[in-house]
């Protein structure tokens, strides 16, 4: 049953210490079998989404289409995404990158590698209408937004917010995005999440609170997940720019 709770990420999960994950298939491997830890935050395996914690010891990966749409946010180490042309993208601690599902590529750490990670699971078979979609993603967090105009006035404890966003990734479904966001001050009544989100704070701080009126509070470096129905609250009072990860299921 999915979680229905906000929840901080922490580096090593919630208790400290990450669990020992099952290997990987032997086949996929040009080294030898690393060992690899991790931990679920949430796990809605009716959508096929997942969001959470995974540390690993060195490895690479055969050239294969990658398996699942992922995007990750690499917390210690580095990783390169070597891509069926041969060109070479390596990834390093405190950047953000996403990996389209059927990508040819290889995964290649030569050192140890924690992230954070949201995975849709898509078994559409539907394929990208671009095939251009089919790369290494890189949102800018600093990049020039465009303006999407303010949440709707019903929903609103404080003025209207200033609000830009970019969409950097969107899956062949429509329902697993990524892309950067900011806004002004601004308050919001409790509601229903409409998808599950992973938020990155990049600048600024929010306080959300809960169904039951608990308030969480998050400022930049924070890495926050609100799921899927889960009432939450906005307050923040100060300008705000974050990286997120959504998925709004259509079904």
Known sequence: MPSSTI???EPKGPRGKLERLEDFTASILETDQPVQYGHLYMDDSQHGFSAGV??????????????????????????????????ETTIH??????????LPCQWK????????????????????GD???????????????????????????????IQHAREWFLDATGQWAVGVWDTTAYRRKPRPSPCHELMHILEGSVTL?????HPHSFAAGDTVF???GAVCGWDCSEYLRKVYCTFRPTA
């Open 209 to 213: 609170t809960d169904e039951a009126g």
């Open 54 to 87: 995974w540390e690993c010891t060195p490895f690479r990966t055969t050239l294969l289409p990658y398996p699942v749409n992922e995007f990750m946010l690499i917390l210690e180490g580095s990783v390169t995404i070597v891509e069926a042309g041969g060109h």
């Open 93 to 102: 601690a405190g950047e953000i990158f996403a990996l389209p599902k059927g």
């Open 131 to 161: 095939s251009a979609m089919l790369r290494v993603v890189r949102p800018d967090p600093r990049g020039r937004l465009e303006d999407i105009g303010p949440p709707p006035a019903e929903l609103l404890l404080s003025s209207a917010p």
């Open 226 to 228: 609100v799921p899927l």
């Open 109 to 128: 750490q030569t050192g140890d590698v924690r992230k954070y990670y949201v995975i849709f699971d898509d078994t559409s078979g539907m394929e990208p």
């Open 7 to 9: 929840a901080r990420f």
